[in-house]
């Protein structure tokens, strides 16, 4: 079972930069493909950017060329660089396991874009 936790979110302004992490404890996370999903008021949650064990990413249309994940292994992080936030980027952000069988959730954070 892996266990995960997202402290990092916070209030930014348009245009700046966040870089929550996802600290995962437990089975050996390195194994796994990791993703960032949101969920903003009222809408779905959905798929912001995926990161596999051997670090192939991808990302949805929306945040591309924004975000970056990236993970370290030997610390079982993942982490997401988000840069040039806008508005519309204000969601709870969680983190996700790709846990065969199961999936690990984080409890999610909360990022908000306003000035």
């Known amino acids: 079972q892996v266990q995960l936790v997202e402290p990092g979110g916070g209030l930014v302004q348009p245009g700046g930069p966040l870089r929550p992490p996802c600290a995962a404890f437990?089975?050996?996370?390195?194994?796994?493909?990791m993703v960032w999903y949101r969920q903003a008021p009222g809408k779905q949650r959905e798929s912001v950017a995926i990161i596999t064990r051997w670090g192939s990413t991808d990302y949805a249309d929306a945040v591309k060329g924004r975000f970056t994940i990236s993970r370290d292994n030997a610390k079982n992080m993942v982490y997401l660089q988000m840069n040039n936030l806008k508005r519309e980027d204000t969601a709870v952000y969680f983190c996700?396991?790709?846990?065969?069988?199961?999936?690990?959730w984080g409890q999610g954070t909360q990022v908000t874009v306003s000035s």
């Open positions: 437990g089975s050996i996370s390195s194994l796994y493909t």
């Open positions: 996700y396991a790709a846990v065969p069988g199961t999936g690990s």
